[in-house]
């Protein structure tokens, strides 16, 4: 953890554009979960199964971050002050209705949400302005 530092229009750091240090603090953030109720899940006349849309919402996030959900790439960010979201309908395990977990024996599975973020990428060339740096992780979420 870096204390906080204000900085003006000079980076807290020497590189220049694109480039940042090699010493890049990042934050792994990890969430289990099971997997949805079936009621998430229902078939149509033609028994087609159709899942309700589930998206994650980040408020923001600084500054790089990549998310996966139950070891599949999702997506990345990099904008520090605006909201991003993801649909992660095709990666979330739900149950099914003979008590298996997205056809696994033995019931429920667990889903596993990761997001990586970086402290520093190019685009905090970008967001060079009058603010507090060395806070980098998610919020607003």
């Known amino acids: 953890h870096d204390p906080p530092r204000y900085t003006n229009v000079q980076m807290p750091f020497d590189e220049l554009y694109p480039h940042v240090p090699k010493d890049n603090p ?12 079936q009621g998430w899940v229902r078939s149509t006349s033609h028994g087609t199964l159709i899942r309700r849309r589930v998206v994650l919402h980040l ?8 998310v996966y ?44 949400l990761v997001i990586v973020v970086l402290k520093w990428c190019d685009g ?17 979420s």
């Open 69 to 112: 959900m139950n070891g599949q790439f999702v997506g990345m960010g990099k904008d520090s002050r605006l909201p991003s979201e993801f649909d992660v309908t095709p990666h979330i395990h739900h149950q099914e209705k003979d008590g298996t977990a997205n056809g696994v024996e033995g019931g429920v599975q667990e889903n596993v």
């Open 59 to 66: 408020g923001g996030v600084e500054s790089c971050f990549f």
């Open 124 to 140: 905090v060339f970008l967001e060079q302005q009058d603010h507090w740096r060395g806070m980098a992780g998610i919020h607003r």
């Open 26 to 37: 990042t934050g792994v953030y990890r969430l289990e979960f099971s997997a949805l109720p």
